[in-house]
């Protein structure tokens, strides 16, 4: 027998070979119906699972993320049966489920239409009718090689022949079609809600992400457990469509991307202001918090970068130049910069520990099909730090860093979640280090009670780290914030304090960013915000309008003194409608416009209006500039 311990702690008796489904059932007939796949002890299973030994038991539903990727990677092989059987000749290479659905990369020679997207839609909903039961089985290597090459299907066969010999090869069988594939899938495609599936779009993608191989067709599309859920998110596409930082970028002129330079973003007059700002709010916090700034080269030699590791495990990612006949690299990263200006001289434990900040321009070199805008560039400012400390200070500092980034993005209105991430397999240390590193990390997060997800694998090659995912107002997450805690820089360059002791001793070092990158950041806000930055942040804050050309002297007088006042402000001296200058100033995401003609030049007033179409009466110039000022001062969201 076997015993199976449930998620509330409950423990129950099974014959050994008995199907999770089954543990499901004895739970209750409802659970059954909305279970998609189970969880036991580490692994994710689809509900045909045996029973092999004592074990613990998760059922998932649409509610759990293992649940919704079982979902969604079944959705996106009912989208290859139907590509199958509409198009026999196209070869099928990867369908994985994804963070809001899923995708299919599909060879096939004539490119796929938004009308061949909504008949491969309709064929998909004719597959989940049919109820088709998904049945796993496997074969050895050898005669998994030949059963894809049977099926014409070149693309699995060499992702076959890249697995190691003596394993064996894993399908699931869908009817008469069936595909190369680990699982879990859902029990048959009639679990699956034909009117809350959609296909999005088709886009291309190069076989394995390398430019040197095949421009394949990817089509994306989502797949819910209910038809409101769908109608919600198309939604939000919808809206995420409006507030896109590419569209809104060029409407404000805020910053531009161009041929000559694929992956180089140029920030214009009003995109620097914005940029400036943040800048200068960067600067005042960190001065707080104890940090001192430094900057580092640009360009450093190829020495420096097999020293730091970065030439064994980044090479791939960056760009080299030859100065003097020796190689150089452009850095990808500011880390090895701040480790030479660590070394500059001798340091006491009473120096620790020591908070150096940069914001330092990096390149990387991304491939052009994955560039986005600025969430996705090859050259972008960090706004990195660098701690060194004793160990017996690791924690603290730890957590001094995380009341940095929550106080950060409280300040911009974000919520955030947070996700750990253990060594990966590349992992440069001892098994000690890598257990010391990562035990404190979760201690820290699980002192401070912090819920975070766990990534297994997914940290850098020289430590574990906490990743900061902000939430948008779309329910949209990004990685920004980063904590790295790393044992192998300070060892690699032979970093140094003198302790208590009077012994030479190593110091523990932290990586870490806020921002994550000012870029990709300034894209996150511009979404968030759709271009209505708050005030302090606006590029221009105040517009002021005047009514007739007798106004244009008054106005300039309240334009030049809310400049004296660094107040950023632009007058509209056109021979327009009042009305059209309204619109178009609201259109520019202006916080305020002042609107004088010539009672308030008599005055001495304002006529104030706000973006949100708020007329907010009529108020002394002084008693505004106050008023604003105030809001500015205290960065009022």
């Known amino acids: 027998m076997v015993k199976v311990t449930l998620k509330d702690g409950s423990e129950k008796l099974y014959k050994e070979g008995t199907q999770v489904k089954q543990v499901a059932m004895d739970i209750s007939e409802g659970l059954m119906r909305v279970a998609l796949a189970a969880r036991i002890d580490d692994d994710v299973v689809g509900l045909d699972a045996p029973l092999k030994q004592d074990c613990t038991v998760s059922l998932l539903t649409f509610d759990d993320q293992d649940g919704k990727d079982a979902y969604r990677h079944t959705a996106s092989h009912v989208l290859a049966q139907a590509v199958k059987r509409l198009y026999p000749e196209a070869k099928l290479a990867i369908g994985p489920s994804i963070a809001e659905g899923f995708y299919y990369d599909i060879d096939s020679e004539s490119p796929f239409t938004p009308d061949d997207l909504e008949k491969i839609e309709a064929e998909m909903k004719k597959i989940i009718k049919e109820k088709i039961d ?54 048959n495609t009639g679990k699956l809600k034909g009117n809350a599936i959609k296909l999005t779009s088709c886009t291309g993608a190069y076989w394995r992400g390398d430019s040197n191989n095949k421009m394949l067709q990817r089509i994306y599309g989502t797949a819910f457990s209910k038809k409101e859920d769908l109608d919600a998110y198309l939604q939000r596409i919808e809206e995420a469509k409006k507030r896109d930082h590419r569209k809104i970028g060029r409407e404000l002129d805020l910053f531009m991307l161009t041929d000559e330079g694929p992956g180089f973003p140029f920030f214009l007059p009003k995109g620097m202001i914005l940029r400036n700002e943040l800048e200068a709010y960067w600067r005042q916090i960190h ?214 002791d009077g012994q030479k001793h190593r110091p523990v070092m932290i990586h870490r960013v806020v921002y994550g990158s000012i870029e990709r950041f300034i894209g996150v806000m511009t979404e968030h915000f759709a271009g209505a930055f708050p005030t302090w942040l606006a590029p221009v804050q105040v517009k002021v309008v005047p009514i007739t050309d007798r106004a244009h002297e008054y106005a300039k007088k309240v334009e030049a003194a809310l400049d004296a006042a660094n107040i950023r402000v632009e007058g509209d001296y056109r021979s327009e409608k009042l009305g059209y200058k309204l619109r178009e100033a609201i259109g520019q995401k202006i916080p305020y416009m002042l609107v004088v003609g010539d009672k308030e030049a008599e005055a001495g007033t304002v006529a104030v209006r706000t973006r949100a179409g708020g007329d907010e009466g009529t108020m002394e110039l002084a008693d505004f500039m106050a008023k604003i000022k105030e809001e500015i001062d205290n960065k009022v969201m």
């Not at 070149?154 to 680990?182: H, M, N, T």
Request: net charge negative; with cysteine; proline share 4%.
């Open 134 to 187: 998904l049945m796993r089985f496997e074969l050895p290597r050898d005669e998994a090689i030949a059963f894809m090459k049977e099926r014409n299907e070149p693309y699995k066969v060499e992702l076959i022949e890249g697995l190691e010999e003596g394993a064996a090869i894993s399908f699931y069988r869908q009817g008469e079609f069936v595909d190369l594939c680990a699982g879990p899938h859902l029990a």
């Open 287 to 500: 001065k707080e918090a104890g940090y001192e700034e430094i900057r580092s080269p640009m360009i450093l030699n190829e020495e420096l970068w097999h020293r730091s590791g970065h030439w064994d495990h980044y090479k791939e990612n960056m760009y080299f130049t030859t100065i003097d006949d020796g190689m150089f690299a452009i850095k990808p990263m500011n880390c090895p910069g701040g480790m030479l200006a660590y070394k500059r001289r001798p340091w006491s434990y009473k120096d620790l520990p020591l908070r150096t900040a940069e914001l330092g321009l990096v390149h990387r070199h991304e491939l052009s099909g994955a560039l986005h805008g600025l969430f996705r560039v090859r050259c972008f400012t960090q706004d990195d730090a660098h701690i060194f400390m004793t160990a017996e200070q690791t924690e603290e500092e730890i957590g001094k860093v995380i009341d940095l980034i929550d106080k950060v993005y409280s300040a911009f209105g974000f919520e955030y979640m947070v996700e750990l991430s253990t060594c990966p397999e590349d992992f440069i240390g001892s098994e000690e280090m890598r257990e010391f590193s990562e035990n404190t990390l979760k201690s820290v997060l699980e002192a401070r009670n912090i819920e975070y997800i766990l990534n297994p694998g997914d940290g850098a090659f020289y430590g574990p780290k906490i990743d900061f995912h902000l939430k948008d107002c779309l329910g949209r997450t990004w990685q920004c914030g980063t904590i790295q805690l790393d044992f192998q820089m300070p060892e690699r360059f032979e970093l140094e304090y003198t302790g208590a």
